[in-house]
Structure formats: structure tokens, C-alpha cells
């Protein structure tokens, strides 16, 4: 069984930076995929990005390609997500999970997770 907590979100300007942590418990935590969701108010939780357990391969969603960057630290424990260039709509409650599955962006795949960290951007 894993545990999951993310920190690090907050209040930023359209434009600015923040860097969530998720951070796991138990001792097999080196062998599951760690995703990232988000959900916006009245809207469905959506993927974000993903890595495998063992970092050799990342996953992102159109919309943030080439402003978050996932990484991991197994020895840590913890995954995290960079996140650059932010924009309004990227406003939600950010989520971070795990799965046994290689590679997945279907929440339902997932079997543990965090109870989630709010960023808001502002214009």
C-alpha cells in the first residue's frame, strides 16, 4: 500500500512557476507509475503528466507539454512537478496518484491517492 501527499501549490501571477511535491510512503513506492491529475471547478479530473517507476520514461498532456516537467526521486520517495509559463486556466486542485500499470492517463487505473494541493493562477 502507498500513502501520498502533495504540497507546494499556492497563488501565482499568469506567467510565474511553482514546484509540487508528492511525496509517498511504503516501501514499494519505487515500483509504481506516479501520475499527476488536476480538476477544475464543474469540470472532469483530467491527466497531467506521469512517470514510470523507474524515470526511464514521462508522459504529458498536450496542454502542458513543454511547460511542466515531471521528475522523481526514488530514494526520496517523491515525485515532482515543475511547472513553468503558468496560465489562468491552469487553475485546479492538483492530484498525484499512483498505479501498478506501465503507463496510464485513465484516472480509474489508479489506486492510491493524495488528497490534493490547490493552484490558482491569476491573470
Known amino acids: 500500500q502507498v500513502q501520498l501527499v502533495e504540497s507546494g501549490g499556492g497563488l501565482v501571477q499568469a506567467g510565474g512557476s511553482l514546484r509540487l511535491s508528492c511525496v509517498g510512503s511504503g516501501r514499494t513506492f519505487s515500483s509504481y507509475t506516479i501520475g499527476w491529475f488536476r480538476q477544475a471547478p464543474g469540470k472532469e479530473r483530467e491527466f497531467v503528466a506521469a512517470s514510470t517507476w523507474s524515470s526511464s520514461s514521462t508522459y504529458y498532456a498536450d496542454s502542458v507539454k513543454g511547460r511542466f516537467t515531471i521528475s522523481r526521486d526514488n530514494a526520496k520517495k517523491t515525485v515532482y512537478l515543475q511547472m513553468n509559463n503558468l496560465k489562468p486556466e491552469d487553475t485546479a486542485v492538483y492530484y498525484c496518484?499512483?498505479?501498478?500499470?506501465?503507463?496510464?492517463?485513465?484516472?480509474?487505473?489508479?489506486?492510491?491517492w493524495g488528497q490534493g494541493t490547490q493552484v490558482t493562477v491569476s491573470s
Open positions: 496518484a499512483a498505479t501498478t500499470a506501465y503507463y496510464s492517463t485513465t484516472s480509474n487505473s489508479y489506486d492510491y
